[in-house]
């Protein structure tokens, strides 16, 4: 998968979700080998935010957004001879515009997701959710039906815990986009 990747100061692969689906793990275990680069800050999710000027509700504390390649660029100045270089942003699944920002930027990427059973993966999300503060009603099944309400008020993605699990619409970007022998899916069970 990562054969003939040439040595550069941007990412020639990125981890694109799918958010919790141990992406953080893959990160984790990428990270330690000698001929991988990981950026340290795992979650970047520059494409998320390039060009774009969206103002979600989040509850909770809000990070510093990456959004210029004036920020993004540097988390890659510590490359050394690593062959594969690589970030993990697992919203850039889910994001419509990621597929198409990534192929323009880097266009020669190679790209990994790690799909998680839907349901499993939602009840996961909003545990997480809920354990950040993020998420104000304590019932799952409440929380998962409010997604469509949430929508129109311009909730984050966040609380998408229903559409980050339609796979298939998500994957057909990339696939669209990128060479087939480009894109790397795992599954959750297998990793």
Known sequence: FFLNMTLQKKPNFIIIGAMKAATTSLYTYLKQHPDVFMTAIKEPMFFNNFQNNNNFKVLGKKTKK???????????????????????SPAYLYNENCPNLIKQHLPNAKIIAILRQPVARAYSNFLHARRADREPIADFETAFNKETERKTKNWSP???????????EQLEQYFTLFPKENIKVLLFEDL
């Not at 990456?66 to 993990?88: H, M, R």
């Open 66 to 88: 990456i959004t210029t390649f004036e920020q993004y660029y540097p988390l890659f100045d510590s490359v050394k001879n690593e062959k594969a270089i690589g970030e993990a």
């Open 158 to 168: 966040l609380y998408h815990y229903k559409g980050k699990g339609y796979y298939a």
